[in-house]
């Protein structure tokens, strides 16, 4: 079936410094979302890119869409201590409406 | 936005009790909501599709009697977790996917936190 992994699975960082998730999927993917889920929370809709090589920025976080639909990446500028939890990646297949979340990345943001 | 409404937020059953999750779409009609479950640390695994008024679909590896699923109208969906045993103590989250052409993510539940004891 359908896998998707991430790396790395945690990464701890110093207030300040960037952060990057990398997000691979083991078949093509029709469009590629991304959730935030804090500690002891719901995953939250972080956006969503469906083109071949898609980027799209929202403040200090860049997504990106790999050209092949097959890889996506999560980059995070100038961390603070709000960005702390797990960014999980989660993509659509062909006709499927099931989305299949990734192995996730924990943050954690020391001040 | 659409809200999913998810009951109980934390519960502890005995050993071999029967627990029912609810997931209610607040402002929105889902005709399908998709059931996750998720151990500590660990990423979220699609247990099973629920679909308004047809059989629920489980995923490879997920018993049908186990964890019974209703979508009894548009606006619910319950997941049922029978003859609970400490193994199956978990994180429960349901999610609606989102209406055709919406440019927003899935909305997710709240979510269940089960203890089976």
């Known amino acids: 079936g359908q896998q998707v992994m991430q790396i790395p699975q945690y990464q701890h960082v110093q207030e300040g410094e960037d952060f990057t998730t990398y997000c691979n999927s083991s078949?093509?993917?029709?469009?590629i979302q991304w959730y935030k889920q804090r500690p002891g929370g719901h995953p939250v809709f972080l956006i969503q890119l469906v083109k071949s090589g898609e980027v799209k920025k929202q403040k200090r976080l860049t997504f990106q869409f790999g050209e092949a639909k097959k890889n996506s990446s999560l980059h995070i500028t100038a961390t603070q201590t709000t960005d702390v939890g797990t960014y999980f990646c989660a993509g659509r297949g062909g006709a499927t409406n099931k989305l299949i979340f990734g192995t996730g990345t924990l943050l954690a943001v020391q001040p | 936005g659409a809200v999913v409404s998810q009951h109980p937020s934390r519960v502890i059953c005995k050993s071999g009790t029967s627990v029912k999750i609810e997931c209610r779409s607040l402002d929105f009609q889902a005709t399908t909501m998709f059931w996750y479950r998720q151990f500590p640390k660990q990423s979220l695994m699609l247990m099973a599709t629920?679909?308004?008024?047809?059989?629920?679909?489980?995923e490879q590896g997920v018993e049908k009697d186990k964890f019974l699923i209703n979508h009894a109208s548009l606006t619910l969906s319950t997941l049922t977790v029978t003859s609970a045993h400490p193994e199956d103590s978990s994180f429960y989250i349901c999610?609606?996917?989102?209406?055709?052409?919406?440019?927003?993510?899935?909305?997710f539940g709240s979510g269940t936190r089960l203890t089976v004891v």
């Open positions: 078949t093509t993917l029709s469009n």
């Open positions: 629920s679909n308004e008024g047809s059989k629920a679909t489980y």
């Open positions: 999610s609606a996917p989102p209406g055709q052409g919406a440019h927003y993510g899935y909305t």
